[in-house]
């Protein structure tokens, strides 16, 4: 038995069937986590998701925010972005099952030693809050709020978590920070702008992980999002968007268990798309 993280594949189905078939995964026997972002910008987000979803109880899956926008872009509450490739779900004759399937995902998982987002945690929550604010968001999404929740997802405000916010604002924050956090000031406020890597923080902000006191000091955490971050390997941390539909690498950490060191795998991605397009 194996349990391996992966990180943010996009659409580049041939990638993933080329990195399971490396690290010879096997259903029946072994464990995958997706960090999120399985959809949008390479070329086959359909294959992604169907392949994924095959996998049934050996797969467990986080949301990024390129699977959020598929699914404000298919109930008509967001336009594509020129560089979106959607269009295999939007147009799929299992269109509804992929998205179904999609909106029942996790926002953060806690599992095999570690805990797992997609983007950040922001330094006032600990590991138990985490769970608590992603397993509010789930319930929101799963449920007959759905679309409300969406049509209100945009925006970068508030931009500093308060125990007191609550509706639109509260689940503003919470996805924010677990889909597209990198850089926040010590107090938590969050810049959803910059997307260069660590030394391109805004003044007076830091990496999310580099906060001073932040309350998960010390638990380990995987996360993706971050391409221009690559992969950042910690005893407390682990970075694993590698930039596959850049032209970088889809990559597979292999946990370590009894008698076997932990591995990275990663296998070559054809370019989907240009950094800055």
Known sequence: MATFLIGDVQGCDPALAR?????????????LYLLGDLVNRGPDSAGVLRRVMALQGSAHCLLGNHDLSLLAVA?????????????????????????????HQRMAIRAGGWLMVHGGVLPQW??????????????VLRGPGLVDFLSAMYGNEPARWDDSLQGADRMRVIVNALTRLRFCTPDGRMDLKASGGPGDAPPGYL??????????????????????????????LLSLDTGCVWGGCLSALRLAEAGVDQELIQVKCEQAQRPGE
Do not use: C, K
């Open 126 to 139: 600990d590991e138990g809050q985490v769970l608590r604010l992603a397993g509010e968001l789930e319930a």
């Open 19 to 31: 990195l399971l078939q490396e690290i010879g995964f096997s259903p029946s026997r072994d464990t």
């Open 75 to 103: 109930h008509g509450l967001r336009a594509p972005h020129r560089n979106d490739t959607m269009d295999g779900v939007l147009r799929a004759p299992d269109r509804e099952a992929m998205l179904d399937w999609l909106r």
């Open 207 to 236: 990496p999310w992980f580099e906060v001073p006191g932040r309350r998960t000091a010390g638990v380990p955490i995987a996360f993706g999002h971050w391409s221009t971050l690559g992969y950042l390997q910690r005893p407390d």
